[in-house]
T-cell receptor, first 111, second 110 residues
Framework: NAGVTQTPKFRVLKTGQSMTLLCAQDMNHEYMYWYRQDPGMGLRLIHYSVGEGTTAKGEVPDGYNVSRLKKQNFLLGLESAAPSQTSVYFC??????????FGPGTRLTVT | EDQVTQSPEALRLQEGESSSLNCSYT??????LFWYRQDPGKGPEFLFT???AGEEKEKERLKATLTKKESFLHITAPKPEDSATYLCATTNFGNEKLTFGTGTRLTIIP
């Protein structure tokens, strides 16, 4: 059981470039989440999904898009990266009402 | 709006010096309160779930307790390997999202 995995681990982008972060889980969880973590701000929810084919906005969705085409995968896209999107991104998954399990994170720098 | 506040922001203890971390919450219809441990450069690692006031959970040197307004993470005789940031989060009924506090950064000095 790999749990929750994230690809890539590190990435540097230039302003205006695009990229996709991949999250995969092998626990058959229905719910998946994308967070960003910034110093002093804690974990903030970007988007989430309550099942295959569904997505919903979280607290800070602007500038990001997501897709959940397969139950085990949740993709986070940045269409036109901005320096304000420099952060550490975490994916998490869970079944309803219980603890979320987190991936190892992706450290993104936008210059 | 649900709110979770953790205190202190940072805590330095000598090895063996017991203490407690606080998590105060304002949640309508608490479904669960979660404690996580996060090491530098890693994702949060699940520790405990508490569901109702009066509940307690223990794991090694850690014990989590819950009242109607706050939760405590008690650490007894800590060791340097307990150094980490400890995060608290809540969820309520009808909402599959977590609300996180900003964490307490715990440092245990040998």
């Amino acid at each position: 059981n790999a749990g929750v995995t994230q690809t890539p681990k590190f990435r540097v982008l230039k302003t205006g470039q695009s990229m996709t972060l991949l999250c995969a889980q092998d626990m058959n969880h229905e719910y998946m989440y994308w967070y960003r973590q910034d110093p002093g701000m804690g974990l903030r929810l970007i988007h989430y999904s309550v099942g295959e084919g569904t997505t919903a906005k979280g607290e800070v969705p602007d500038g990001y898009n997501v897709s959940r085409l397969k139950k085990q995968n949740f993709l986070l896209g940045l269409e036109s990266a901005a320096p304000s999107q420099t952060s550490v991104y975490f994916c998490a998954s869970t079944t309803a009402g219980v603890e979320q399990y987190f991936g190892p994170g992706t450290r993104l720098t936008v210059t | 709006e649900d709110q979770v506040t953790q205190s202190p922001e940072a805590l330095r203890l000598q090895e063996g010096e017991s203490s407690s971390l606080n998590c105060s919450y304002t949640v309508s219809g608490l479904r669960g309160l979660f404690w996580y441990r996060q090491d530098p450069g890693k994702g949060p690692e699940f520790l405990f779930t508490l569901y109702s006031a009066g509940e307690e959970k223990e794991k090694e040197r850690l014990k989590a307790t819950l009242t109607k307004k706050e939760s405590f993470l008690h650490i007894t005789a800590p060791k340097p390997e307990d150094s980490a940031t400890y995060l608290c989060a809540t969820t309520n009924f009808g909402n599959e999202k977590l609300t996180f506090g900003t964490g307490t950064r715990l440092t245990i000095i040998p």
